[in-house]
Every structure is written in structure tokens, then in C-alpha cells.
């Protein structure tokens, strides 16, 4: 059974801001308050060395980027014992030109999934909100105030109360009929 928890946070910035941000391991330890210290390149099954501060104790580990889109997502992979792993991410979404949402988490997998104790799961989440915070902090006073046009606004979706539910296809299965899916 798996255990995730994370943090979404709204940023006054565009996505290629929290990137720029972020992008660098070697200066993790400059504004990062979770995880301390970093290392490694930015390259898919490269090695990451990490520090990750947890309840006041510092925790090394290792990881291996499992994927990264530039402006978009940071995706790692740690092994945490025998038979269990964490998948660790950032994700960056584009809402407008001028802002985004930063999303950072963890899921434990594995046996240790349904072995995260509550304290345990309250320390992940106040450091996840640190590094969450801390970075939205970083982007929002590096960013230069030029939007990013590349990021489009998603126009919002009217639906008409009145409009006639059509009826969608039947789906049939070996106990009948069922309604429209």
C-alpha cells in the first residue's frame, strides 16, 4: 500500500521562474530548508546525492532521476530498505503567463508505504510546505516580471444547465444491459 503526501502551492510567477529556481542542485543548499544539501546532474538515471533535514536530524541519501521536463516536473527515485522505494517530485503547472502551481511530494511505496507513522507523516509535510514555500519565495523574487508567453491560459468551460442530457453508448456486459457510461 502506498503513502503519498504533498503540497500545492500558487506562485506569482511563470513556470520557467520556479525552473530557473530550481533547476540547479548546487544551490539547493542556498534556499532549500528540506532538503539541505544536493548534488548530481540533471539527466534521466543520473545519481543525485541529497541531504534531506527531517525533525532537526539530517538524512543522506541517494536517488536516481527517474524524469525532468524543463519548466515542468523533477521526478526521483530513492530506494528506503529492502522492499520499498519513494518517488519524490516537483510539478509546475502553468496557469497564465504571470503565475503557476508548484506541487511538491513524495509517495513511499512498498511495504514502507503502510508503515509511515503519524508523526512521521506530519515531518514530510511540514518539510514539504518548507521546500514548498521556500522555492514558490525564490521564483517569485528572481522572476524579472516578463510573462512567459508560452505558457496559454486555459479558458474556462461554460456548460448550460439546460441543455439536453444526451444519452452516451450502452456498454454491455455477461449480467445485461447497463446504462449509458
Known amino acids: 500500500m502506498a503513502y503519498r503526501t504533498q ?32 548534488g548530481g546532474r540533471m539527466a534521466i538515471g543520473a545519481e543525485i546525492e541529497l541531504v534531506r533535514m527531517l525533525g532537526g536530524v539530517a538524512a543522506p541519501e541517494t536517488g536516481a532521476i527517474v524524469d525532468w521536463v524543463p519548466d515542468e516536473q523533477l521526478v526521483w527515485r530513492r530506494k528506503a530498505g529492502l522492499f520499498a522505494q519513494t518517488i519524490a517530485y516537483i510539478e509546475i503547472d502553468g496557469l497564465a503567463p504571470t503565475a503557476c502551481i508548484l506541487t511538491v511530494g513524495e509517495i513511499f511505496d512498498g511495504l514502507i508505504g503502510r508503515h509511515v507513522s503519524k508523526r512521521r507523516r506530519r515531518l514530510l509535510k511540514a518539510g514539504l510546505t518548507a521546500l514548498g514555500e521556500a522555492l514558490k519565495a525564490r521564483a517569485e523574487a528572481q522572476w524579472d516580471g516578463t510573462p512567459d508567453e508560452t505558457v496559454v491560459p486555459i479558458p474556462p468551460v461554460h456548460v448550460n444547465p439546460k441543455a439536453k442530457k444526451t444519452k452516451g453508448p450502452m456498454q454491455m456486459s455477461v449480467f445485461g444491459r447497463r446504462g449509458p457510461q
Open 7 to 38: 503540497v500545492r502551492l500558487g506562485v506569482k510567477a511563470p513556470p520557467a521562474a520556479v525552473w530557473a529556481a530550481m533547476a540547479d542542485f548546487d544551490q539547493w543548499a542556498d534556499w532549500n530548508p528540506y532538503y539541505v544539501k544536493a
